[in-house]
């Protein structure tokens, strides 16, 4: 009996590793191609056209991507079901050109409508908004933005991520989660002029 057991489990074990080692290339390229359309859909709002991405630059659970029209700050918050990563386009000026859900786990029908309430034309607009003239909030704690439909805490979780990724813009690198804030030696964030060495 252990014997069989021993070999069932040295079989399965074979062949997980083997499924692992053939598709652990494919999907690395998936995540790429959709990072890159993620990407040029938050700059230019479309995943069509050329857009020159630099090397991104990582800091404190941030990842920067400077491009030659904007750039797009990857940041995370803790919504209702869990981790909601964002990806948030910006203009030199500080002013919001898209975003996108990159990963949720969200309440279907609730918290992943934050894919779309908050795009430009939803109740909750925050296209062309610039997070340093004013943060963005729900309506429920003092601000401008409508929260989605009995889903104020992925709303305010959402939010948090954006206000967030603009700090990490801006060179402030703060912890979407927590609060903290850390100077990032005291430097501004890169510029879309700007290139990272």
Do not use: C
């Amino acid at each position: 009996m252990v014997l069989v057991l021993t070999v069932i489990s040295v079989v399965a074990g074979g062949t997980l590793a083997y499924v692992n080692e053939v598709t652990q290339e494919p999907i690395a390229e998936i995540n790429a191609k959709n990072l890159q359309d993620g990407i040029k859909k938050v700059i230019i709002g479309s995943t069509e056209g050329e857009l020159k991405v630099e090397e991104p630059v990582e800091a404190d659970g941030y990842t920067i991507y400077v491009t030659d029209k904007g750039t797009a700050v990857k940041a995370v918050a803790n919504g209702f079901g869990g981790p909601i990563e964002v990806l948030v386009g910006f203009n030199e000026a500080g002013n919001i050109l898209g975003y996108t859900i990159l990963s949720t786990v969200e309440t279907p029908g609730l918290g992943v409508k934050a894919d779309t309430w908050f795009q430009k034309g939803g109740k909750g607009d925050i296209i062309g908004r610039n997070p340093g003239e004013k943060e963005l909030s729900v309506t429920k704690d003092g601000g401008e933005i409508d929260a989605i439909t009995a889903s104020t805490i992925t709303s305010r979780a959402f939010l948090g991520a954006v206000n967030a990724a603009y700090h990490a813009f801006k060179g402030n690198w703060e912890d979407a989660t927590s609060g903290a804030s850390v100077q990032a030696g005291q430097e501004e964030a890169p510029s879309a002029n700007d290139s990272i060495q």
